[in-house]
C-alpha cells in the first residue's frame, strides 16, 4: 500500500498534468498541448533556451504564468493532503504479519475475542521478523502464561462424521500427568473446522470439563479464521491423489503451521500430537529424561520421536519452530505432514529418526477425521504404563511355533510367545540378572480371547541355579497366584514379600488342547518404583 501511495503523489493526476489552453513549443508554433507544472520547460532539439514567441503579449503571457503558480499552489496541497491522509491509515491499519491483533472473521458469535501471541526472539527468523507468516488467531478459552514452560503440546481437531476424541484425548494428557507435570506443560488446541456452531459447543464443552486447567494456564484454545488459509481447492494432485484428499491434508499442513507458528515461545519444547491419542501414565518426565541424554550427547537433533504412528508424538526444539511452520505453509499442497516433517529432520542434518520405546502415545481412534473411513492403526510399542521390566533371561520347555520364542512375552511391544499345546507340568520361568522386591506381577494370555493359559499358578523364586540341561531357574519357589481368564494381576505384593526374588515363573497345572499364548508379562519392582517416585 505504502508503494503505491508514493507512486500516486509522484505522478499527480491526470486533470492536474492537463493544461490545455493555448501553449507554444519552443519554435514558436501554436498547438495545444499537456504539460506538467512539476517539470520544467522542455530545451529543443538544438538546446536553445525557450523564448516568448513573436506576436504573443505581455499580458497572456503573464495570465499563463499566474495559472501554472496557482495550479503549482493546488498541487502542493493536494499533495500535503494525500501525504497526511496515508500517514493516518498506515498508522491505524492492521499490518501485523505475525500473529495480529485483528481478525477478518466478522463475527458476533461467543467465539471472538481475539489475541496475538508471544514472538520467540531465539530463532533468527523472529529475530529480524524474516519470512513473515500472516496469520491471526482468535483466543476461544484459556491464556498461555507469560513465563515458558519445559513443554508445549499442540494438537489440531476438526468435527468428524463419527463422533470426537478431543475431550478424551485432553482427559488422557492431564490424568496420566502428576501436579508438577501439569505446571510444566501447556497444551494448545486449535479448533480447526470452520463451522461455527460446532466451535461454539466444543469450547463450551471444553470450559466445563477443563476449567481448572484453562484457569491455571494449561491449557489453551485457539482458531484461525477461514480468511487467513490460501486456496484449498484446485491444487496439485501429487502422487494421483483424489482433489478431496489433497484439500484435505493440505488444509492439514495449513493447521499444523497455524498451530506451531503460535506455540513457537510457550515452550522449551514442543510436541505434535492428533486428537485422538491415548497417553502413557507420566509421559513428560520420560520426555524430560530422553531428551536430557539426547542433549548430554551433544549430536545434532531436529526431531525426537515418541511414537512411530504419523504426526504423533514428535518432539521439537522451540527454537526451530517458526521455520518448521513456514516449512509445512511453503509446502501446504506438496504431500501429508508426516512426509514433510521428514524431509525438515532431514533439512536440519538429522539424517536417521531417533525414536524411543515404549512408545509414549497410541492411537485411539477408530475412525478417521477424513470422512470418516475406519482407521485400526495402532502402535504395536505402547505401553500405558511405564515399562520397567528389570533385565532379564528367559527359558522355557514348552514347544515353540516359528520365531514366537519365550523372551517376546518378557519385551517390550506387542509381540509375544506362541507355545503348542501345553501339558501340566510346562514352564516358562524368568530369571533376573540382578535379585529384587518384586512389587506387582501382570500377565496376559490369548489373543482375541484364543489360545488362553487355562491352568496355570505364578511362583517367585529365590537363589539362582544351572539345570542339568544348561538352562537357569531357581532352587526353591512360593506360589503367588493363580491365573484367572488367562490373566494375573497383583499389586502391592512386597507387602506379603518383602524378600528379594531371583525368578518368576509360570507353571501349567492342568494340560490343554488348545495352544498358547502368552502375550505380556510385567514386573515392578521396589527399585523401579522408587526411581519413578523420584522422577514425579
Not at 490545455?20 to 532539439?45: E, I, M, R, W
Not at 501436579?179 to 460446532?198: H, I, K, N, T, Y
Not at 501349567?508 to 488348545?514: M, N
Amino acid at each position: 500500500m505504502i508503494w503505491c501511495f508514493v507512486l500516486y503523489v509522484s505522478s499527480p493526476p491526470t486533470q492536474y498534468l492537463q493544461d490545455v489552453s493555448s501553449q507554444y513549443d519552443c519554435t514558436g508554433n501554436h498547438k495545444s498541448v499537456f504539460t506538467s507544472p512539476f517539470a520544467p520547460c522542455s530545451l529543443s532539439s538544438h538546446n536553445e533556451r525557450c523564448f516568448k514567441p513573436r506576436g504573443v503579449s505581455d499580458s497572456v503571457h503573464g495570465r499563463t504564468e499566474e495559472m501554472r503558480r496557482h495550479q503549482r499552489r493546488k498541487n502542493a496541497i493536494l499533495a500535503v493532503i494525500l501525504l497526511v491522509g496515508g500517514l493516518y491509515l498506515i498508522i491505524h491499519s492492521n499490518f501485523s504479519l505475525t500473529g495480529s491483533t485483528g481478525s477478518r472473521e466478522n463475527s458476533s458469535t461467543p467465539l471472538s475475542w481475539i489475541t496475538g501471541r508471544m514472538v520467540n526472539k531465539e530463532s533468527w527468523v523472529a529475530q529480524g521478523d524474516y519470512l513473515p507468516l500472516n496469520v491471526s488467531c482468535q483466543l476461544l478459552a484459556g491464556a498461555p502464561s507469560l513465563q515458558q514452560r519445559f513443554l508445549c503440546i499442540g494438537l489440531s481437531s476438526v468435527k468428524r462424521k463419527k463422533g470426537s476424541y478431543l475431550i478424551p484425548t485432553l482427559q488422557s494428557l492431564f490424568s496420566q500427568s502428576s501436579p508438577d507435570e501439569r505446571s510444566s506443560m501447556v497444551v494448545v488446541v486449535l479448533l480447526a473446522d470452520f463451522d461455527v456452531a460446532w466451535r461454539v459447543n466444543t469450547v463450551t464443552e471444553i470450559k466445563s470439563v477443563f476449567a481448572s486447567e484453562l484457569e491455571q494456564g494449561q491449557l489453551v484454545v485457539l482458531h484461525v479464521p477461514q480468511d487467513w488459509y490460501p486456496p484449498l481447492t484446485g491444487l496439485k494432485r501429487n502422487y494421483n491423489d483424489p482433489s478431496g484428499r489433497v484439500s484435505f491434508r493440505s488444509k492439514q499442513n495449513l493447521d499444523y503451521s497455524f498451530l506451531i507458528h503460535y506455540s513457537a515461545s510457550l515452550g522449551k519444547y514442543y510436541l505434535q500430537l492428533e486428537d485422538d491419542v491415548l497417553s502413557a501414565k507420566h509421559f513428560l518426565t520420560s520426555i524430560r529424561k530422553h531428551v536430557g541424554e539426547q542433549e548430554a550427547k551433544k549430536d545434532t537433533w531436529a526431531m525426537l520421536e515418541f511414537s512411530e504412528l504419523g504426526y504423533i508424538g514428535k518432539l521439537y526444539k522451540s527454537v526451530d519452530l517458526p521455520l518448521l511452520s513456514r516449512f509445512l505453509f511453503l509446502f501446504y499442497q506438496e504431500m501429508p505432514c508426516d512426509w514433510l516433517m521428514s524431509h525438515f529432520r532431514e533439512l536440519l542434518t538429522q539424517r536417521k529418526p531417533i525414536d524411543f520405546k515404549p512408545s509414549l502415545f497410541q492411537h485411539m481412534g477408530t475412525f478417521s477425521s477424513f470422512g470418516g473411513t475406519y482407521n485400526k492403526l495402532k502402535d504395536k510399542y505402547f505401553e500405558e504404563g511405564l515399562y520397567s521390566n528389570p533385565k532379564a533371561e528367559v527359558f522355557s520347555d514348552m514347544s515353540t511355533y516359528q520365531k514366537h520364542i519365550p523372551k517376546l512375552a518378557w519385551d517390550l511391544g506387542e509381540t509375544f510367545f506362541w507355545g503348542r499345546v501345553p501339558a501340566a507340568g510346562n514352564y516358562l520361568t524368568v530369571v533376573f540378572a540382578e535379585p529384587a522386591v518384586v512389587t506387582g506381577i501382570l500377565i496376559e494370555t490369548g489373543l482375541d480371547k484364543k489360545d488362553l493359559l487355562v491352568s496355570a499358578q505364578v511362583d517367585i523364586g529365590h537363589e539362582v541355579v544351572t539345570t542339568e540341561n544348561g538352562e537357569k531357574s531357581c532352587k526353591e519357589f512360593q506360589s503367588v497366584g493363580t491365573l484367572k481368564d488367562g490373566r494375573f494381576d497383583i499389586k502391592e505384593m512386597d507387602k506379603k514379600y518383602s524378600s528379594a526374588s531371583s525368578c518368576l515363573r509360570i507353571k501349567i497345572t492342568a494340560g490343554q488342547t488348545d495352544w498358547v499364548i502368552i502375550k505380556k508379562i510385567r514386573v515392578t519392582t521396589k527399585q523401579s518404583t522408587e526411581k519413578n517416585r523420584i522422577e514425579q
